[in-house]
């Protein structure tokens, strides 16, 4: 595809709902990565992959995160029992190896 | 946490006018990044400077680092209304070659 491409673009889940958040990256990308960004701050690094392997996840805030990508291509960020603090824009992003990170449009979380 | 913050969190100027937008780390580091976030969509690459560089031009942009001082500044030349956006510095620290580290941004509106 053209570039990294999110979905759902916006979801509102109830506190207690568990979410699942897509992410299709730019074809070929070896490197995968989710940032989570808050209202009025800068992204955060959640976690990376290098094909299928989850090299980093020590910025997933809790248990309740699970991130995938098992053919090394599309991901899945899921998250369990969702909480209002869990509300924000959840950013994926890809690269070929050592060049500029290209950045998905986001996923846009509200728990209510 | 973040590491970099970037001066001002806000700055409104006239179209014409030269924007500069500070960042400060706490940390050695690979190489900054800075990149441009319009409202509600995902972050745009704009240049990456290298620790052994000094300064960086594309276009109407130029990036200088300094890092005995531990800081970077964007300057916009001959600002556009579409130049209205949030603009973010990242640093990949020292030791990881691929986890980026995201200030809070500098909000900038450009007014025609």
């Known amino acids: 595809g053209a570039g990294v491409s999110q979905s759902p673009r916006y979801k509102v889940a109830k506190r207690g709902q568990d979410v699942a958040l897509r992410c299709d990256p730019i074809?070929?990308?070896?490197?995968l990565f989710w940032y989570q960004q808050a209202l009025g701050q800068g992204p955060e690094f959640l976690t990376y992959f290098q094909n299928e392997a989850q090299l980093d996840k020590s910025g997933l805030p809790s248990d309740r995160f699970f991130a995938e990508r098992p053919e090394g291509s599309v991901s899945t960020l899921k998250i369990q029992r969702t909480q209002q603090e869990d509300s924000a824009v959840y950013l994926c992003?890809?690269?070929?190896?050592?060049?500029?990170?290209?950045f998905g449009e986001g996923s846009w979380l509200t728990v209510v | 946490s973040q590491q970099g913050e970037e001066d001002p969190q806000a700055l409104s100027i006239q179209e014409g006018e030269n924007a500069t937008m500070n960042c400060s780390y706490k940390?050695?580091?690979?190489?900054l990044q800075w990149y441009r976030q319009n409202s509600g969509r995902g972050l745009v690459h704009l240049i990456l400077?290298?620790?052994?560089?000094r300064e960086k031009h594309s276009g109407r942009l130029r990036v200088t680092l300094d890092t005995s001082k531990k800081s970077s500044s964007l300057l916009i030349t001959a600002s556009r209304a579409a130049d209205t956006a949030s603009y973010f510095c990242a640093t990949e620290i020292k030791g990881s070659n691929y986890k980026l580290t995201f200030g809070k941004g500098t909000l900038l509106t450009v007014n025609p």
């Open positions: 074809s070929g990308h070896v490197s």
């Open positions: 992003a890809s690269t070929p190896e050592g060049n500029t990170i290209y």
């Open positions: 400077i290298r620790s052994n560089e």
């Open positions: 940390t050695s580091i690979n190489n």
